[in-house]
């Protein structure tokens, strides 16, 4: 999970672009594995990826990490291959 502190620099949202390839470099993410994000306002939501490249975010709008896993999970099972 990715927290945006927002600490008056550049927003973790509008960052993402660039922060999901370098993860995958690091072998932090892979295409297996779901990455979820906490935006400045507290609501966790889904971030998307293939091939190494931040495709979008998709919606989990939880305010608690056991919440957005729940989500997470149940949206996996509802998805023919997983998490987008």
């Known amino acids: 999970m990715l927290f945006d502190r927002d600490r008056g620099r550049r927003s973790l949202t509008?960052?993402?672009?660039?922060?999901?390839?370098?993860l995958y470099r690091r072998g932090i993410l892979t295409a297996k594995r779901a990455l979820v994000?906490?935006?400045?306002?507290?609501?966790?939501?889904g971030v998307a990826h293939?091939?190494?490249?931040?495709?979008?975010?998709?919606?989990?709008?939880?305010?608690?990490?056991a919440r957005a896993m729940k989500k997470l999970l149940n949206r996996s099972r509802?998805?023919?291959?997983?998490v987008p």
């Open 14 to 22: 509008s960052a993402m672009a660039e922060v999901v390839p370098n």
């Open 37 to 45: 994000y906490k935006d400045t306002e507290g609501i966790i939501d």
């Open 50 to 65: 293939a091939g190494g490249q931040f495709t979008g975010f998709y919606p989990l709008g939880a305010k608690t990490v």
């Open 78 to 82: 509802s998805k023919i291959g997983g």
